[in-house]
């Protein structure tokens, strides 16, 4: 996908740290020092492990980080606005209207007891003072939209009654439906067997485009982020450690976790099995000094293991952290 130069800035995150207490021992450090620019228009992919701190990204951009989560140091700016000084009511019509969040799970999102174009119509009534009329027909062209199919009957049809993809779609109706500007999808179709997962991503990055919005599009599976991302972001025990437009991380992956990733992704299994062990290991193995990938990196110095690197641009569009990146 070509990338949107020209585009203004739509999120700018600043050196953004995120803890969460531990009791009786040291807090996870769960984002340590996120900076990210999201232009306008652009699809960025953010893709690491489970307990890498992607939806802990999500939510601070959400302004969801619950108690005893908290955010230590850094800013978030959303359309030249600090989110940090936005009272609860501004935030509550920015989540609406400007930010929707997509996430997995969908049945568990929708409200069982009422139909679902009933549930897509609330959001237009609330978030853009609809009458009732208007926002069921909305609603109804909402569900065409998403492309469900015989869009009358499923108008009327609860939760239960639809399939995965189907439950999947309504709740991309529901986050789409007042147009936001910026749209997070934090794993969304990672439920959905693959056809039905590539139908609904393909939507998603349509439905976005059609609207010109931007979108951080949340990921484990590095694969996806080739077809539907501008930019690809690598996250790895809280820490973006590459970043670049994803032809040149595709052309050119730099950082060794990133090619351990892209290894992974690939069809032999034992380079696979590599990546599906992990988990939490990755935070709790991090040094606290030195890089935090160190201990796993078939890289490593002496200089990894006591200098934590700092993230370098080694060309336009392309920035890594580390000490000894892959070079092709
Ligand atoms: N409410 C919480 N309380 C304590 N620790 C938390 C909480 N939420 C997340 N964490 C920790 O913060 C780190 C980042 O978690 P996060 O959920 O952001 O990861 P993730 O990248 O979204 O993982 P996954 O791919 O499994 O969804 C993990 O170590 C996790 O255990
Ligand atoms: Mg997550």
Known sequence: MAENSAAGTILNIEGLNVSYPVYETDPVRALRGIDLKVREGEII???GESGSGKTTLARSIMQLISRPGRVDSGRIEYDGRDLATLGEEELRALRGNDIAMVIPNPRTELNPLVTVGMQIANVARYHLSLPRKEAKKMAMAMLEAVQIPDPTRRFK???H???????QRVVMAIALICSPRF???DDATSGLDVTVQTQVLELLQDLVQQQGASMLFITRDIGITAHYCHQVAIIYAGEIVELASTQNFFDNPQHPYSVMLLSAFSHNPKLRGLWTKVVDAALEGAAESGCYFAARCVRASDKCRAEHPDMREMTDAHSVRCHHPVER
């Open 45 to 47: 992919g953010l893709v």
């Open 157 to 159: 049809a609860y939760p």
């Open 161 to 167: 009654e639809l399939s995965g993809g189907m439950a």
């Open 183 to 185: 749209i997070i999808s």
